[in-house]
Every structure is written in C-alpha cells, then in structure tokens.
T-cell receptor, first 112, second 114 residues
Framework: DGGITQSPKYLFRKEGQNVTLSCEQN?????MYWYRQDPGQGLRLIYYSQIVNDFQKGDIAEGYSVSREKKESFPLTVTSAQKNPTAFYLCASSTGHTDTQYFGPGTRLTVL | AQSVTQLDSHVSVSEGTPVLLRCNYSSSYSPSLFWYVQHPNKGLQLLLKYTSAATLVKGINGFEAEFKKSETSFHLTKPSAHMSDAAEYFCVVTEFTNAGKSTFGDGTTLTVKP
C-alpha cells in the first residue's frame, strides 16, 4: 500500500518542550514538504526538501527544524523557540517540485 | 512572484445545484495550477491539475476547472452538488522557477444543503 503517513495523529506538549513529528512515504518521491495550517487559513510552508540531505526554509521556518537523512523520511521538530506552535501540521511529497503533492493525514499539535 | 486569491471564503449551495468556486492567480511564468479538497481533520486530496495542456481540466468526482490566461482565473465547477462535496477547497499555484514552493489560497468552505 503506497502512501504517506504521519504520526502521531494528536500530540500534546508542554510549553518549553521540543517535539518531533514523523513523516514517512513509500512513494519513492524525491521532494517532501511540511506545512502548517491554522483555522480559516491556507497552508503555509515551513520547510521543504527536494533531495536527500538537502532542505530549504519555507515562509515560516523560525522555531522549526528538519532533517532528511533518508529519502522516505522527513521529520519535523517544533522547538521551544516557536512562539505559537498549536496548529495542524501536514506533510506532503511529490516526484518533482511542480508535480502533484500527496498529503499525509496530518498531526494536530496542542501546546498546554 | 506567484500568488493566489480565492474570492469566496464560504459558498453554500443546495444539493443538485451547480457549484462554482472562484480562484484568481498571479504568476510571472507559466504556472501549474491545482485544486485540492480537504475534509475535516484530514489531509488534502488532489481534485485536478493544470499543467499547460488542455485549458479545460477534468478531475475526480465530477469536478472540472477552466484555465483562462486572459482573466488569470482557474475556477472550479461541478454541475450538480452532492452532500459528500461539503468540504474545504484550496486553489494552489506553483511556478517552475520557484522551485519547491507552492502558494495556497486561503480556502473556500463549501456547504451543501439538503
């Protein structure tokens, strides 16, 4: 079964803690993306990676970090420097950067 | 530079009537344009995409969109709404030269009344 998975589905964190969101794909896609979605807004790009061991900042990278050590994995760490981390986080992948993006089911992060 | 504007934040239709969700875009180069649908607390699913082939693009679930360069529009339509179409819809633009960066509209919430 090909697809993109995110875990966990729901995540709760105390203020001041770092937390890592998982994103895995078995579609053999080169490009992967992390987006943040807030109520009533579109998706905003946090980080993207077009190839293994390379990634670029998106529009709202401050307070976040990523790694791309394997083609199929693109974890996102929300650090304590992110001032307002409560949001719905979506991971996506594509064969190329102008191609269709395939989205995971999302992780809802709540800071307590 | 690329941008996208979804002209309506909410659209309400009756079941069986036509759907029109409007999207205008701005792009310095020939863009790729997409429509995605999102049901509550789910990821996004592709409805259709335009990549400089036919200007009328047919997608899944009876949706279609027409690329109009002169009007810089990419409106999404469906002849007859179904209750299951109730969701949020996003128009997306991507330029080849803007490697890796797509711009999403703010979304249109479609409500379908019985």
């Amino acid at each position: 079964d090909g697809g993109i998975t995110q875990s966990p589905k729901y995540l709760f964190r105390k203020e001041g803690q770092n937390v890592t969101l998982s994103c895995e794909q078995n579609l053999n896609h080169d490009a992967m993306y992390w987006y943040r979605q807030d109520p009533g807004q579109g998706l905003r790009l946090i980080y993207y990676s077009q190839i293994v061991n390379d990634f670029q900042k998106g529009d709202i990278a401050e307070g976040y970090s990523v790694s791309r050590e394997k083609k199929e994995s693109f974890p996102l760490t929300v650090t304590s420097a992110q001032k307002n981390p409560t949001a719905f986080y979506l991971c996506a992948s594509s064969t190329g950067h102008t191609d269709t993006q395939y989205f995971g089911p999302g992780t809802r992060l709540t800071v307590l | 530079a690329q941008s996208v504007t979804q002209l309506d934040s909410h659209v309400s239709v009756s079941e069986g009537t036509p759907v029109l969700l409007r999207c205008n875009y701005s792009s310095s180069y020939s863009p790729s344009l997409f429509w995605y649908v999102q049901h509550p607390n789910k990821g996004l699913q592709l409805l259709l995409k335009y990549t400089s082939a036919a200007t009328l693009v047919k997608g899944i679930n009876g949706f279609e969109a027409e690329f109009k360069k002169s009007e810089t529009s990419f409106h999404l339509t469906k002849p007859s709404a179904h209750m299951s179409d109730a969701a949020e819809y996003f128009c997306v633009v991507t330029e080849f030269t803007n490697a890796g960066k797509s711009t999403f509209g703010d979304g249109t919430t479609l409500t379908v009344k019985p």
